[in-house]
């Protein structure tokens, strides 16, 4: 056939309708697919919204289908889901978030003030206003949206995408058979499980952002803008092992959690997963059972001489890696320490021995120290720090908690505070309150509440910590606050007295400072004048019954148990504000305890404390329970004691 312009016109029209019919119009004709959960039939309410939504080019931001190359976005569209929609309305692109999951996520209601005002609910966003659209446009727009997608109010995890889905912990579980009598079966237990594998992983790998307590906190967690996961809370407590594996393995979008699977094994994966879950996410309080040192560990000596500089390098990597949990007065108490099963140990119990006749070797410091206890979150220090820093922290740990070890003579080198320091002024946003609040939570267990040095914790150090009444009374002979400032950043040689500077930015050591500052050394007196006409309306309300109506009781045995330990210092056993802690103290004494004290006001200032003084807000030191024993004992003692200056 002649190729004239006529066939050539006739033959493109046959081949444009072909493949308009086969892709268009036959593809309708047949592509039924049986509707899937998300697939509903439109209100008329929700259609009108759904013509508002196409009329207004809301598609040419938002899609509507998930990929299944999509992240984070929701489970992969199927054509079940657009049985109902007629045209579909896919989208072009995403210059705003994908819709297919937003239904019942927000309200109805946020979403119309979305619409009229972007920018108050979402200051970054670039979508342009719709409050020109009438009041019921965009009623019916929300109720659209507000049908978008499952009905799940809350997606507590994104479920994993192929090929993680459904993925279990192939680890073939290992029994042992119990051995009778005192054999140790600690290492044995623990080896068998493959869980010390695991942990070098996360000591090497994964210590750094979640911290060896596991809860998100490491020490470069701090830096990041997305908090790192804490494995003790839901939903990573609950999390199955395929939504492990996937995030371990790809990372975590939006974070800088890494793509492990480019440098761990698929085994080294799976046996770090076991070590959180066993120690942090599903935690079972087990017996360590160590035993004695084994191996290369056995009989080991320290190879360092006993020096003040030793002694302090030690000190600085206790306060950097091992205060979290084991507390800065070694008592096992550290702010991360809650949770971890068995706890961290009281290094002040006497159960090490004595100086004399000390209990534990060298070797089961250092042991212990090096590959960390089987059964416990303690972590292997040997990946992180060499022989000499370990040595050191064994040094720290006898000399200053155990004290199993003779203290060394104290260089005087070291007691020279950098004169960088010692120049510093006190800056003017340095803040009393905030210093109180460090003070109480910080420092009062060593120095106590008055600051005579006489903490519950920290009654056992030697030397003993500073009591800060004993201050020179003449201005030329006391400490410059440059002074101080190198004090607290670099703690005192010798001592237990931690160099803080490890810890807390130089802006919090000045409110401490601050703090110890006005309140022992110059003195910051009570302010005697009764307020109890008003109380704060955060506790207007405050009842005994709503307490115990909940399923709390209040003991006033342990309120005065409480009392001795927190309050009998300042305000004296009676409340007459005559305690030990006020003989000499620059702030002088607190006003006896009045009648007309009710119990809403003596809960507001123990929780709250008094502004401007010394009185500490103890919702920060005790829990609500404990508040409520001790403002009730305190009740009592206000009847008897009655009027006070």
């Known amino acids: 056939m002649r190729m004239s312009f006529r066939v050539i016109v006739v033959g493109g029209l046959i081949v444009f309708a072909a493949v308009v019919t086969v892709v268009v119009f036959i593809p309708d004709l047949i592509w039924r697919p049986a509707p899937n959960t998300i697939a509903h039939v439109y209100t008329a309410e929700q259609e009108r919204g759904r013509i508002v939504f196409y009329s207004n080019g809301c598609n040419y931001c938002h899609t509507q289908y998930v990929r299944a190359e999509d992240t984070a976005m929701g489970p992969v569209s199927e054509g079940g889901s657009y049985v109902y929609d007629n045209p579909m309305i896919l989208g072009s692109e995403r210059t705003g978030p994908d819709l297919s999951y937003v239904g019942h996520k927000r309200s109805e209601e946020w979403e119309i003030e979305h619409l009229k005002d972007p920018r108050s609910l979402s200051p ?271 040094e720290f740990i006898r000399v200053n908690f155990t004290q199993t070890l003779n203290r060394p003579v104290n260089d005087p080198l070291l007691v020279q505070p950098p004169e960088t320091y010692t120049r510093q002024e006190m800056p003017t946003t340095a803040s009393f309150e905030r210093g109180k609040q460090l003070f109480l939570t910080t420092c009062s267990h060593c120095h106590g509440l008055a600051g005579d040095g006489s903490g519950w914790e920290g009654a056992y150090l030697n030397p003993p910590p500073f009591d800060f009444r004993t201050t020179p009374k003449d201005p030329s002979e006391r400490k410059t606050v440059g002074e101080y400032l190198a004090t607290v950043t670099f703690g005192v040689p010798g001592t237990a007295m931690p160099p803080w500077g490890e810890f807390l930015t130089e802006a919090r050591v000045w409110d401490a400072i601050k703090y110890v500052l006005e309140a022992f050394v110059f003195g910051r007196p009570t302010d005697k004048s009764s307020d109890l006409g008003t109380i704060s309306a955060d506790y207007i309300t405050v009842s005994p019954g709503n307490w115990t109506d909940e399923g709390y009781d209040i003991s006033t045995e342990r309120g005065a148990e409480l009392y001795v330990g927190h309050c009998s210092l300042c305000h004296g056993d009676g409340g007459a504000g005559d305690g030990p802690g006020t003989i000499g103290n620059a702030s002088g004494s607190p006003a006896s305890f009045q009648q007309g004290m009710d119990l809403p006001y003596t809960l507001w200032r123990m929780r709250d404390g008094v502004p401007e003084t010394t009185m500490a807000p103890f919702q920060w030191l005790l829990s609500d329970s404990e508040i409520w024993d001790v403002a009730t004992y305190v009740q009592s003692l206000s009847t008897v004691v009655g009027g006070g200056s």
Not at 168 to 194: I, R, Y
Not at 233 to 252: A, I, K, L, Y
Not at 303 to 321: C, H, M, W, Y
Not at 371 to 386: C, F, H, I, T, V
Request: charged fraction near 20%; aromatic fraction near 12%.
């Open 124 to 394: 970054l966003s670039i979508m342009p206003s719709f409050e020109f659209l009438p009041e019921s446009d965009l009623k019916a727009l929300a109720s659209y949206l507000f049908a978008l997608g499952d009905r799940v109010a809350q997606e507590r995890m994104i479920p994993p995408p192929t090929p993680y889905a459904g993925l279990s912990d192939p680890t073939t579980p290992v029994t042992l058979q119990p051995v009778s009598g005192d054999t140790p079966q600690g290492w044995a237990a623990w080896n068998a499980a493959e869980l010390q594998e695991g942990k070098e992983t996360y000591v090497s790998y994964c210590l750094t952002c979640h911290g060896c307590a596991g809860n998100g906190l490491g020490s470069y967690a701090g830096t990041l803008a997305v908090t790192p996961a804490d494995f003790m809370q839901s939903p990573f407590r609950e999390m199955p092992d395929d939504q492990w594996f996937w995030h371990v393995s790809e990372g975590v979008p939006g974070t800088v959690m890494p793509t492990w699977k480019v440098s761990l094994t698929e085994d080294q994966r799976w046996k770090v997963i076991e070590y959180i879950q066993e120690i942090f996410a599903r935690p079972v309080m087990r017996d360590p059972d160590e035993g004695d040192p084994v191996g290369d560990y056995a009989n080991l000596t320290n190879p360092l001489s006993t020096s003040a500089a030793n002694v302090d390098e030690g000190k600085t990597i206790f306060i950097r890696e091992c205060m979290v949990c084991h507390g800065d007065a070694g008592r096992g108490n550290g702010p991360y320490a809650t949770g971890l099963q068995p706890s961290p140990p009281d290094f002040g119990d006497g159960s090490y021995g004595t100086l004399a006749d000390p209990s534990y070797t060298d070797a089961d410091y250092y042991w212990r120290i090096s590959e960390g206890l089987p059964w416990s979150a303690m972590p292997s220090w040997k990946l992180q720090y060499d022989e000499t820093d370990r040595w050191k922290l064994v």
